[in-house]
């Protein structure tokens, strides 16, 4: 299900956002839009909490400090409490209060859907890669590849043939 949010200051809206969040039974937020991680805000907590998804790569580190890294930015989480979790491959921050106006939570989804929408195209890029790859090995360019020749194959290989007794220590003793 789809969370639209509106955030609103002086009953003035300012942005809109669209993320694939779920709400658990305690109350948690988890917003599973990343390709690598799940990311969850923890309001009682006042925690905000990556998590691996299924398959843990290189590049689960750096997409979990890239988020903390531009949480930090905007102010959303402190940057002191930056620290791995007790789940294996998790990293959790604190989230501070708000002084003035506004609500911690909204600010948190608002900043984890501008990251989510600025990573987007990185991943997209890297599957088109992958793809093109792909095609490449299975369906090479005409300049890319021979036809098996036989005539230009021979059938001894190599400098000693298979039948040459070879020289070594086993065959000086013999008992």
């Known amino acids: 299900m789809a969370i639209k949010l509106t955030i609103k200051i002086n009953d003035k809206p300012i942005e ?19 390709p690598d991680i799940n990311i969850m805000i923890m309001p009682a907590k006042s925690r905000v909490v990556s998590l691996p998804k299924e398959e843990l790569d290189d590049e689960l580190y750096d997409s979990q400090k890239r988020l903390f890294d531009y949480l930090t930015l905007q102010g959303v989480v402190d940057h002191t409490t930056v620290q791995d979790g007790n789940i294996f491959m998790s990293r959790e921050a604190k989230i501070p209060d ?13 900043a984890i859907s501008n990251f989510i929408d600025k990573e987007l195209p990185f991943y997209k890029n890297m599957d088109d890669f992958e793809k093109e790859m792909d095609n490449q090995l299975l369906e090479p360019e005409v300049d890319e590849y021979t036809d098996f020749d036989p005539a230009r194959h021979h059938d001894v290989k190599g400098t000693m043939p298979p039948r040459f007794i070879k020289y070594g220590i086993h065959s000086i003793y013999r008992v």
């Open 16 to 34: 809109k956002i669209l993320l694939k969040a779920r709400k658990t039974i305690d109350g948690n937020i988890i917003i599973p839009d990343h």
């Open 98 to 110: 708000v002084t003035g106006d506004g609500d911690k939570i909204q600010y948190c989804l608002y």
